[in-house]
């Protein structure tokens, strides 16, 4: 609770909607937790008591949060609105059709007793207000049926469905999209949006039932002390490696799929999932699917000019699902990629030869002499031209088994595969750094002039001296060497396989 009041006193939370979703997560998770979940009351009276002092001050979004709080303590305490809670309070929020206190007394009044009895009379005032009129005939049972489950689940065992189908929830994404890191396979969904959804069916499903006046959807989670007449979530599933179940008839779609599996996804036009209801299939949820582009596969020589890896490809394109699946093995590793035909022009499986040798150095230029004394220094030499670079390696060979679905493989198809899977040579090796040139050497020290005074007292010059010498000039670089002939590309061998076990 300390931590729900700092966030209630942050002033800034009225215009952040990131603050306020924190808030309602901690919010949830106090007035939802188990009864008996607490504090003693010497302890939580303060805080309480603090959090009354709020209230003065906060923005009308704060101050509801606040509000909410209050008044579930109060249950919690067994008082509403300053008196204690008893059968005749209770009587009175039935009264006043207060379902929302009579679903929070049911939760968190302090009594056992008080709490069943509160659930009875909101059971009681939920049957006599519901569409089903046919659950007044029987109230006694079905009153008994909620208190036990917290809802009212149709028994399918002695139920007839007359008819079942499926709607969709406006909420899900349309398009599926699938990442494929590289190494990883390609079995990886998530929605547009970066956030796959959880698969609720309730108000997804609905089912007919034979002597029930209307339509019915899963059971509501948890104990809502709903007398509405409900599907059993045990009654739903979904029999695809694609999703898992969670409970509560939600679904999560799983990230751990079989190669082959994958394969078996990927080459579908879109994603069918069979929802079987008490057994039997109902109907069907279907999604779009794209594949994001994946990175190019690249295998390259470990060795300077050395030749390409042989590179093994297995290609199968779905003319219905418009995608190529490729399985790639080369230099001792396995990649996946699923391209859509319309990124196919911006993907390759490449086998390249290793760049060549990068060219020796030339060697650097010597040094100029020193010059003498009130000479200039000598001029340094030039730098030797670098050396050539070596030759690009040869592309590797590459081996293509080639797969069209659903139609024989065309020249079209062989052509644009042919674009996607190629040979490569190296590239020619950088020629090598030009030597650099001499340092010019130090010019020469200066000479001082030397006089004397002769025998009528004049001043004379006897060496006038000299300035000291320039340095020389450093020498000039050498020329960088040429680079060396890029590598051939190897041979790509396409092969047209018409059973699929060999891909």
């Known amino acids: 609770m300390p931590l729900y009041e700092r966030l209630l006193s942050d002033d800034d939370l009225e215009r952040s909607a990131a603050k306020r979703d924190r808030l309602r997560t901690l919010h949830v998770a106090l007035l939802e937790r188990p009864v008996g979940v607490d504090a003693t009351r010497t302890v ?66 302090p009594s056992e007793a008080l709490r069943v009895e509160a659930a009875r009379r909101l059971i009681r005032l939920r049957i006599a207000t519901s569409p089903f009129q046919e659950l007044v005939a029987k109230a006694s049972d079905v009153e008994a049926t909620v208190l036990r489950y917290g809802n009212n689940p149709i028994d399918l065992d002695h139920a007839h469905i007359e008819k079942a189908w499926l709607t969709r929830d406006p909420t899900w994404p349309r398009v599926l999209e699938v990442d494929q890191p590289r190494g990883a396979g390609f079995h990886a969904l998530q929605a547009s949006s970066g956030i796959l959804p959880t698969l609720n069916l309730r108000g997804v499903v609905w089912a007919q039932i034979e002597g029930v006046s209307q339509a019915l959807t899963m059971c509501r989670e948890g104990r809502p002390f709903d007398p509405t007449p409900c599907l059993p979530d045990l009654a739903i599933s979904i029999p695809s490696p694609v999703v898992k179940g969670t409970g509560h008839a939600r679904f999560e779609f799983t990230d751990d799929l079989e190669r082959s599996q994958s394969f078996e996804l990927a080459g579908a036009d879109r994603l069918r999932l069979p929802v079987h209801l008490d057994g039997a299939v109902m109907g069907w949820l279907e999604w779009t699917m794209r594949y994001l582009p994946g990175a190019s596969i690249e295998h390259v020589a470990r060795t300077a000019g050395g030749t390409g890896p042989t590179v093994k490809v297995r290609a199968k394109e779905h003319l219905l699902s418009k995608r190529v699946l490729f399985e790639v093995d080369g230099a001792g590793s396995r990649d996946w990629r699923v391209v859509e035909g319309e990124d196919l022009g911006r993907f390759q499986v490449v086998s390249r030869g290793g760049e060549g040798a990068t060219g020796e150095s030339g060697v650097d230029g010597t040094s100029g002499s020193s010059g ?23 592309g590797g060979e590459v081996l293509v088994a080639l797969q069209c679905i659903d139609t024989p493989c065309g020249d079209e198809s062989l052509a644009r595969l042919k674009r996607a899977i190629v040979s490569r040579g190296g590239t020619g090796g950088l020629g090598g750094a030009g030597g650099s040139g001499g340092a010019g050497g130090s010019g020469g020290a200066s000479r001082s002039p030397t006089t004397h005074t002769d025998s009528n007292g004049q001043l004379v010059t006897d060496d006038a001296g000299c300035s000291a010498g320039s340095d020389g000039p450093r020498g000039s670089d050498g020329n960088r060497g040429p680079s060396g002939p890029d590598g051939k590309p190897g041979r790509v061998v396409f092969q047209d396989v018409g059973d699929a076990h060999q891909l």
């Not at 509403?80 to 009044?109: H, K, P, Q």
């Open 372 to 394: 003498s004394e009130c000479s200039d220094g000598g001029a340094g030499g030039a730098g030797g031209d670098g050396g050539p670079g070596g030759p690009g390696g040869v």
């Open 44 to 109: 939580v009276k303060p805080r309480v008591d603090r959090l009354r002092g709020l209230l003065r001050g906060l923005g009308p979004i704060r101050a509801q949060f606040a509000t909410e709080v209050l008044k579930v303590d109060d249950l919690e305490a067994g008082q509403w609105n300053g008196a204690a809670i008893t059968t005749t309070a209770l009587d009175g929020l039935v009264a006043s059709r207060n379902e929302s206190v009579l679903l929070r007394a049911a939760r968190r009044l």
